[in-house]
C-alpha cells in the first residue's frame, strides 16, 4: 500500500504513539479526580503534553486547550467572537469547518482572496475587507486542498493594527510551517492532533490568547462547588473526562516532530510533491494545480475521467489518496473545481521516492 492522503490523517505514525497510547490505557486514569497514582500520572502526562504544544507553538502551557479536533477548536474560537448577525472575514479557501459555524451562527460572511497561489491578490483583498465592524477574521494556513499557503503573518499584522480578533485554521500547516501564537498576536490557533503532529485521532488543540466561551459544560476535577465552569484556563474550556490516551500518543507525535524538526518535515514533502508533480506534468489532459507558495499537496484533474473513478482506479493497485470536494467547497469554487472537484496527493514524513514513483506509474496506467 502507498497511502498518500495524510492530508486527511497520516495513518504511518512514529512507534512511539502507538506505545505511548498502549501504556496509557494500561497505567492511567483520568487527571484531577484522585490522588492516587494513576490519576498522577494522567495529570503529569498532560501536563508535559500542554507544555511539548506549547514550546512548539509559542503559547503558555495553560493556554493550551485539548479538543476532539480542528473543528471543535474552531467552533470554540469561532463562537467566542461571532455573534449571530456579526461580520467574519475569511480566505476563499476555508474548510467546511470555517464555513458551517459561521453559517449556523447567523453570521455575515466577507470572503476575501479567490485567486490560486496568488498572495499578493489576497492580502489585497483581506485589506479591503477587513473593516472597523468586522467581528474576527478566520484564515486557514494552508488550503487542504491546493496546498496553497496563505500570507498569514501579513493578515495577523493588519487585524493587530485594526484590533479585530483573528483565527487561525492550522489544520495543514502545524508541525510543518512556523505557527506561534504569540507572535502572530492571534485570539486563537486551531489544529488537529492527527495530521502533521503524528497523534491519534480524537486528539486536537486550541491555543488561548483569551478565553474562550464554552460549547459544553461539567466535571473539570476542579473548582467543583462552582456551579459554572472554573473561570480559568485550561479548566474553562475542557469540560468532561479527557481523552488521556490520545494525549500521550499526541505528546509522543510532538517530540518526533520536535525532534525532525518542522523545516525538514516540509522539506521532505515539498520534494517529494515536486517530484512527482515532475512525473505526472506530460500526461495528456492531466491537470496539476502547483504554485510557488505550496505545501507537500499536489491536485489534479484528468480531462479523460472524472476523479472518484481515477481514485478508485487508484484504490485497487494500491494508492490511497482522496477524492471530490474535500470538505472545501469555497476553495473549489474558487479554483473553478466546484463542479469536477480533484484527486489529492497528500504526503507525510514517511513517504518515499520509490513510493513516488510508483505512484506516477500507476498513475500512466490508469489514464492510458
Not at 168 to 192: H, I, K, N
Not at 200 to 217: H, S, V
Not at 346 to 359: G, K, P
Amino acid at each position: 500500500m502507498i497511502y498518500l492522503d495524510s492530508g486527511a490523517t497520516t495513518l504511518q505514525k512514529p512507534p512511539a504513539v502507538a506505545l505511548a497510547v498502549q501504556s496509557a490505557m494500561r497505567r492511567m486514569a483520568t487527571p484531577g479526580r484522585g490522588g492516587h497514582a494513576p490519576a498522577m500520572r494522567a495529570a503529569d502526562a498532560v501536563y508535559d503534553c500542554r507544555c511539548l504544544a506549547g514550546a512548539l507553538f509559542g503559547a503558555q502551557p495553560e493556554q493550551v486547550v485539548f479538543t476532539m479536533n480542528a473543528t471543535h477548536a474552531l467552533n470554540l474560537a469561532i463562537k467566542t467572537l461571532v455573534r449571530p448577525g456579526g461580520r467574519a472575514v475569511i480566505s476563499g479557501f476555508e474548510h467546511n469547518a470555517v464555513l458551517r459555524p459561521l453559517h449556523h451562527t447567523g453570521a455575515k460572511i466577507a470572503v476575501a482572496g479567490r485567486r490560486l497561489f496568488d498572495p499578493a491578490d489576497t492580502l489585497a483583498a483581506f485589506d479591503r475587507a477587513i473593516t472597523p465592524d468586522t467581528s474576527a477574521v478566520v484564515c486557514t494556513h494552508v488550503s487542504n486542498v491546493f496546498g496553497y499557503i496563505l500570507p498569514v503573518e501579513e493578515i495577523a499584522a493588519m487585524c493587530r493594527v485594526r484590533g479585530v480578533p483573528f483565527v487561525l485554521d492550522a489544520s495543514q500547516s502545524a508541525g510543518l510551517l512556523p505557527v506561534s501564537l504569540a507572535e502572530l498576536g492571534a485570539d486563537f490557533v486551531c489544529m488537529p492532533g492527527h495530521k502533521a503532529l503524528y497523534g491519534p485521532q480524537g486528539t486536537g488543540l486550541l491555543l488561548c490568547a483569551r478565553t474562550p466561551d464554552t460549547l459544553l459544560e461539567g466535571g473539570s476535577g476542579s473548582a467543583s462547588r462552582l456551579p459554572d465552569m472554573p473561570p480559568e484556563l485550561p479548566d474553562h474550556a475542557e469540560a468532561g473526562t479527557q481523552n488521556v490516551c490520545g494525549i500521550c500518543g499526541l505528546a509522543a507525535g510532538l517530540r518526533f516532530v520536535r525532534q525532525q524538526t518542522p523545516q525538514r518535515l516540509l522539506a521532505h514533502e515539498l520534494r517529494l510533491r515536486k517530484l512527482l508533480a515532475s512525473l505526472l506534468e506530460d500526461i495528456p489532459g492531466l491537470r496539476l494545480f502547483t504554485g510557488e507558495m505550496q505545501s507537500g499537496t499536489l491536485s489534479v484533474c484528468a480531462a479523460q475521467t472524472d476523479c472518484e473513478t481515477l481514485a478508485a482506479r487508484l484504490a485497487s493497485e494500491g494508492v490511497c489518496v482522496r477524492a471530490g470536494l474535500h470538505c472545501a467547497p469555497l476553495a473549489h469554487e474558487s479554483a473553478g473545481t466546484l463542479e469536477t472537484g480533484t484527486v489529492r496527493f497528500s504526503l507525510s514524513a514517511f513517504n518515499t521516492d520509490r513510493e513516488i514513483f510508483e505512484t506516477a506509474k500507476i498513475m500512466r496506467s490508469c489514464l492510458a
